[in-house]
């Protein structure tokens, strides 16, 4: 297992991180456990969660991700041999279960890092991330930037100032981003430096060989201001793998269960992905490990988050880190990224 460090922290973390957001709705609390067990002995010592997890978010089911991993931790006792991180939610039309009025906001925040501690049976966060802006911005599969003039965001040094005290009262460590903008990432950047506050270590965005768009604007402020991505959603919600090709849809899967899964669904995407399947399988690689390793190759990367309902999904997904693609597949890759250029945001 490779390793990376964690922006300017003297954290190293596994090149391979482990996703949860099933965990709780597609995974049994056995399952998580089983998962965690044989990421552990994989070499992988970075977990990923969020108070809004599993997903799709429900009343029903919010915070049974942290729950399965804090009742891991407990039983295997090995708080020490992990780097765990979690995230705060902002506010969404989806996400008024977790609290009414949910901004990120210091109410808001100090109230999901005591639910998060106590569900994670931890006393502190290793990475604590802002799931999303509080203010409108193009993320989540919106390309176009639509400026609000009536909108009334929290102001981001309110929510660094709050961060600051959960650094103080030792229960963060460091603080990331997640589905930020250029400009976002730089305003966090600007006042943390400007007002001595906790500065973000990682960018937690979408990127795969469907979705490259970090590359335009953020790529450059991950090499110069030592802000990693923390990749997520590298085989395009599964379509990468080769599971829905011919538009199959295997039981139990997710664009299977859930139809509005769908940002990586259109006929752009799907040309693209039967592109990218064909080329691995040219070269006799596995399509899943193709559009990993792609991922893991970047240098502006410090850890791929992957997710699984399966075992063998975790294996193959896991193995993905000891796969090298040569300069040709490399090359083969440019020319299909030319022809469909980022088809899904």
């Known amino acids: ?43 992988i010592n970075f977990v990923d969660a969020a108070e809004l997890y599993p997903v799709p978010p429900r009343a029903e089911t919010q915070g049974r991700t942290e729950a399965y991993i804090g009742s891991w931790l407990k039983a295997r006792k090995c708080r020490d041999k992990i780097v765990l991180a979690s995230k705060v939610a902002g506010p969404a039309a989806r996400t008024q279960h977790i609290r009414p009025n949910l901004k990120l906001d210091r109410a808001n925040i100090e109230a999901a890092i005591e639910t998060s ?23 989540f599969g919106q390309l176009g930037y639509t400026h609000h003039e009536d909108e009334a965001p929290v102001p981001i040094e309110e929510t660094l100032r709050t961060i600051e005290d959960l650094v103080q009262a030792g229960k963060v460590r460091y603080i990331g981003i997640s589905n ?50 923390l990749a997520y959603s590298p085989m395009a919600f599964g ?8 538009n199959a849809r295997p039981a139990g899967a997710r664009l299977t269960l859930w139809s509005y899964f769908d940002r990586y ?26 559009a990993l390793a792609f991922v893991n190759s970047r240098p502006f990367l410090t850890s791929t988050i992957v997710g699984a309902t399966t075992m063998e999904q975790l294996k193959e997904n896991i ?21 469909h250029p980022n088809p899904s945001p």
Not at 183 to 199: D, I, K, V
Not at 239 to 246: D, H, R
């Open 1 to 43: 297992m490779h390793y990376h460090r964690l922006g300017r922290t003297d954290l190293e973390v596994s090149r391979i991180c482990l996703g949860t957001m099933t965990w709780g709705e597609q995974n049994s609390e056995a399952e998580a456990h089983q998962q965690l067990d044989y990421a552990l002995q994989a070499g």
């Open 117 to 139: 501690l106590r569900r994670l049976q931890t006393d502190y966060l290793d990475l604590y991330q802002l799931h999303w802006p509080d203010r409108p911005a193009n993320y």
């Open 180 to 229: 930020e903008t250029p400009w976002g990432t730089m305003e966090y950047l600007r006042l943390a430096e400007q007002l001595n506050l906790p500065r973000i270590e990682s960018i937690q965005n979408p990127y795969s060989l469907l979705n490259r768009t970090f590359e335009i604007g953020l790529a450059e402020i991950s090499h110069r201001e030592s802000v990693g991505l």
């Open 239 to 246: 379509m990468l793998s080769g599971k829905y090709a011919g």
């Open 265 to 290: 669904s259109n006929p752009q995407a799907v040309a693209a992905t039967e592109a990218y399947v064909n080329l691995a399988r040219e070269y006799e690689i596995s399509p899943a490990q193709m």
């Open 319 to 339: 193995e993905s880190d000891s796969v090298e693609l040569s300069a040709e597949v490399l090359d083969e890759i440019e020319v299909i990224h030319k022809q």
